[in-house]
């Protein structure tokens, strides 16, 4: 904005100056004025609020000192049996926040501990001390005074002098702020600063809710708050009244500062007030600056200036008169140039998105918009279906991504007409997600070829107008579109899958293949990406809602797709990714960011669904350089994906192939396993450490590899959960171990419980109540006898399934046991929730008891939550007589462990119960 004093020589001007000067000053002033006072009396006002939420705040944090050091005294009396050997950690503790204490029995001290060594100190203080409570004593060497605490236990007095540094803390003090605490009868207990009996006077007689102003020792003015700490309550004491002060320069150096800004302000406003006055006089001057600059133009051939007046009267009226005509002459021009444009286009047969911004652009020769929208609808791929917005005062061009299906709902009253004006109003219930703002007519012009829509035009006008070739224009866009789009319908049947419009498998091997043979000089990575419980969503909502899904899924993708890297849809509901990469970290990340955005609901026919994906990852030229090679690869990475528990990525590599044909080994040998009499059952007895008696055997499966020897179950039962074995495994183990204590019960060896583990996968199958059910009655075992162990898994999916199926097998007389207590997602919801017999303390937690306290107090609180709840308690792992001490010295009622035997065989098991030699075993 240009201000020209030379204005001011015409009188007109000079009289405008005048007004506008003399009507915003003065009131301007007035105003200016009256806000000082005001502003400086609410920031005095803020100021004082503030020291007193300061004094308050300060008082609580004494209180709260205070009795956390009762508490801590009160703690130490009660724990305290021998007053001549006070537990070291409370000592450590009353170091801490008392300077010295005591304990006296009738008028003797019979323990203290005194920093200065006065042993007579506590003597004359005991002749002052109350009962109970806080009460205060006259320091020596100043006018302070020395707060003590004391309290009666155990007919034993204890006395205790606070330390002044944890009771005032000068940390909760702000800059330049003083305390000061006075009791009773205006006695100082504490003060950061002397003061005068005086101004102790007029502290106390004042209001908390009126700022005392007090001149200090030092001639300093000082400005106070106050606040009464209630102490007669909890530690019998009269009221303190805890007073914070601040140097008062420092209190109102926020309305020193306001006064010193108010002068330049004003001056400010003055100037201001001259340069609103000079503008307003220069914008009536200017409209007529402007029509005599566009008469010289127009005299000198310059059609295209444009007289630029906003005045709303005459002056406008008559600059758009001249407009007007200059616009007259150069329409001609313009609209020959936006054809040629177009037909340049097509000619040079450039992409859509160029013809678009092209087409957009030369919109703006036929009228004034000022923002328009084209849609072209794809025919042969309608996932990369898109549409143009342009913002003519921004000139912003964007392209967003829509499915022609999604179009064509939208729009189709618009396609079946010519050409349709609508209001914003009706635009928004059309396309909601375009969120129309602009207030106009909307004309919608649709594009056809052979009767068919190819694209839609939306123009937003000011005024309910167009040019009146604006037709001739459309045809030409027209032709640009057919003829651009033809010659990508082969190229679309060749290469892209029909469904959702990304790559298909022909051109991932071709697109592959070029890009492998440049691995020489850049790396790829292959991403396998195969959809989570796809098959589900078929089987349950239909193949033609999995198609749907899988549109959405590409759709999602492809808005996601990294720079220089493509996706194809391999079949089925997998998709590959490949991606020139850097690092394989690269791919990693892409990984990680693809398994979130699938991990996200997707919105389809009014249901949400929810769908992860598992991805593998394999390197060129790391992994191959061969394209099979390196599918496979990423395949396997993926399946172990899966296995390792879904919605996550796997890289590939050699010892994942290694471990793969392993894992392949090992399903194979599991299941032979029963027909070929490698699995056979061990029992480990449970010692009752109470009652120094066998309390019961757990069943656990053995594998014996004709050529490799025993292989872990551990890992074998991973691999029979993953592979579906674990059911048939299972049984077989149940059927074993009822067979053996059939038989101990025949031979009256044995008629105590067996304990069998069961997987959350056999929980979870509809068979496995009638199968146990079976296997009893076959046996003829009673199901009193029977002890089923489970673990925290499985409650996570189906917890309420779980709970009704375990509550039927204790209906039967079984117990149930949770194993591996601690290690998993143990909670104090899911214990008392479940029905549970018996809590087994895992191996882990029982190894830890020779680390020290901290280990030692979790297994305590383990066993104390059992015995509250009313379970048995288990120990598993027991293998020292330090671990077996302990136990029994905190009431686990039962062991298991190498300390006492390890799993026997049937054969040996049956030794140990005619010989359990239980007395040797408890003389460790």
């Keep these: ?100 204490y005591a304990v006296a029995q009738g008028e003797s001290i019979i323990w203290q501990y005194t920093a200065n060594d006065n042993a007579n100190k506590w003597l004359s203080i005991l002749e002052h001390a109350p009962s109970s409570g806080v009460f205060t004593l006259q320091s020596e060497n100043t006018n302070i005074k020395r707060v003590f605490m004391t309290l009666t236990a155990q007919e034993s007095r204890w006395l205790a002098e606070l330390d002044s540094t944890y009771l005032w803390p000068e940390t909760e003090l702000s800059a330049f702020e003083e305390l000061c605490v006075i ?107 402007e029509l005599i600059k566009g008469t010289k133009s127009l005299s000198e051939n310059k059609l295209d200036y444009k007289v630029q007046v906003d005045t709303d009267d005459e002056y406008e009226d008559l600059a758009h008169s001249f407009n007007q005509m200059t616009q007259n002459l150069t329409y001609e021009f313009e609209y020959n140039s936006a054809l040629f444009n177009i037909n340049q286009k097509i000619l040079l047969n450039e992409n859509l998105s160029s013809c678009a911004h092209s087409i ?7 009228t004034t918009p000022s923002y328009s929208i084209l849609y072209i609808l794809n025919k042969h791929n309608p996932i990369v279906d898109r549409y143009y917005t342009y913002e003519y005062p921004s000139q912003k061009f964007t392209q967003v991504k829509q499915s022609s299906s999604e179009i064509l709902i939208q729009f189709s009253p618009v396609l079946q007409t010519e050409a349709s004006i609508c209001s914003k109003d009706e635009l928004n219930q059309l396309a909601p997600d375009l969120l129309i703002s602009k207030n106009g007519f909307y004309h919608c012009y649709p594009l056809h070829q052979d009767g068919q829509p190819i694209a839609f035009l939306i123009i937003n006008l000011p005024k ?87 549109k959405a ?27 020139p990469i850097s690092h394989s970290s690269d791919a990693e990340i892409i990984a990680q960011q693809w398994l979130k955005i699938l991990s996200d609901h997707f919105q389809l026919r009014g249901r949400t669904i929810n769908i992860g994906a598992s991805i593998g990852i394999a390197i060129a030229p790391d992994n191959t350089r061969e394209y099979e090679a390196l599918l496979t690869c990423a395949d396997m990475a993926m399946y172990e994906a899966k296995s390792q ?25 599991l299941r032979e396993a029963v027909s070929e009499g490698y699995l056979s059952v061990h029992y480990q007895p449970k010692v009752n450490i109470q009652n120094h008696r066998l309390s019961g055997f757990e069943a656990l499966a053995r594998f014996h590899h004709p050529e490799e020897g025993f292989i872990r179950p551990d890992l074998l039962f991973q691999i029979a959960e993953e592979s579906g074995q674990v059911h048939s495994l299972g049984l077989e183990v149940m059927r074993q171990a009822f067979e053996q204590l059939k038989k101990w019960q025949v031979l009256t060896l044995w008629t105590g419980r067996m304990a069998i583990n069961v997987s959350p996968l056999q929980l979870s199958s509809p068979e496995f109540i009638s199968q146990v059910e079976s296997l009893m009655k076959e046996t003829g ?66 190894s830890s008891i020779k680390e020290g306290n901290k280990h030692v107090g979790i297994i305590k609180s383990m066993i104390q939550i059992g015995q509250n709840l009313g379970l048995n308690v288990t120990a598993e792992g ?24 390890k799993p026997l065989s049937a054969q040996d098991a049956e030794a140990l119960l005619i010989t359990p030699n239980l007395d040797t075993f408890f003389k460790h």
């Design 1 to 100: 904005m240009r201000i020209e004093l030379s204005s001011l020589k015409s009188r007109v001007a000079r009289r405008l100056f005048r007004m506008f000067f003399f009507i915003i000053l003065v009131p301007i002033a007035l105003i200016a004025v009256g806000s000082f006072y005001k502003v400086s009396g609410l920031i005095f006002t803020d100021h004082h609020h503030h020291l007193q939420r300061a004094t308050k705040e300060y008082g609580l944090g004494i209180f709260r000192r205070l009795s956390y050091a009762h508490d801590l005294l009160l703690n130490a009396s009660q724990h305290t049996q021998d007053l001549n050997q006070i537990q070291p950690e409370y000592l450590h503790l009353l170091q801490t926040y008392f300077t010295d």
């Design 183 to 289: 009791g009773a009868d205006s006695v100082v207990i504490f003060c950061s600063a002397p003061l005068t009996q005086e101004t102790i006077d007029l502290l106390l007689n004042t209001s908390p809710q009126t700022p005392s102003h007090w001149l200090s020792t030092q001639s300093e003015n000082m400005i106070s708050a106050s606040w009464s700490l209630f102490m007669r309550y909890q530690f019998a004491q009269d009221d303190w009244r805890i007073i914070i002060s601040k140097p008062e320069k420092v209190f109102m150096q926020s309305v020193n500062d306001f006064k010193h800004s108010f002068l330049p302000a004003i001056l400010l406003i003055f100037l201001l007030v001259v340069f609103v006055s000079l503008y307003m006089v220069r914008r009536h001057l200017k409209p007529v600056e």
């Design 360 to 366: 957009l652009t030369e919109i703006a020769r036929f």
């Design 464 to 550: 309910a107008q167009l040019d009146l070739r604006f037709s001739d224009f459309l045809s030409h866009c027209t032709v640009a579109f057919n003829a651009l789009q033809r010659g990508k319908l082969l190229s679309y049947q060749a290469y892209f899958d029909r469904l959702t419009g990304v790559y298909n498998r022909s051109f991932l091997q071709e697109h592959a293949q070029k890009s492998l043979a440049l691995t020489e000089t850049q790396s790829f990575a292959l991403l396998f990406v195969d959809l989570d419980r796809f098959k589900n969503i078929n089987d349950t909502l239909g193949h033609s809602f999995g198609d749907e899904l899988l």
């Design 553 to 579: 899924v590409a759709k999602r993708l492809m808005e996601h797709l990294p720079p220089h890297s493509f996706l194809s849809r391999f079949g089925g509901d997998e998709f590959i990714l490949l991606l």
């Design 645 to 669: 528990g879904r919605n996550r990525y796997c890289m590939y590599s050699e010892t994942l192939h290694n471990e793969l044909a392993r894992r392949t080994q090992l399903e194979t040998f």
């Design 781 to 846: 075992v009673k199901p009193e006898l029977i002890e089923l162990e489970i673990t925290e898994g499985v409650f996570i999916e189906n917890n309420n399934e779980a709970k009704e199926r375990l509550k039927h097998f204790q209906a039967l007389g079984m117990t149930i046991a949770m194993d591996d207590f601690g290690t998993g997602y143990s909670s104090m919801a899911y214990i008392t929730q479940l029905p549970l017999d018996n809590l087994k303390i895992d191996k882990a937690f029982i």
């Design 878 to 901: 027991v293998e020292t007589p330090e671990e077996l001490n302990f136990l029994i010295q905190h009431g686990c009622h039962d062991i298991q462990g190498y300390l006492y035997s």
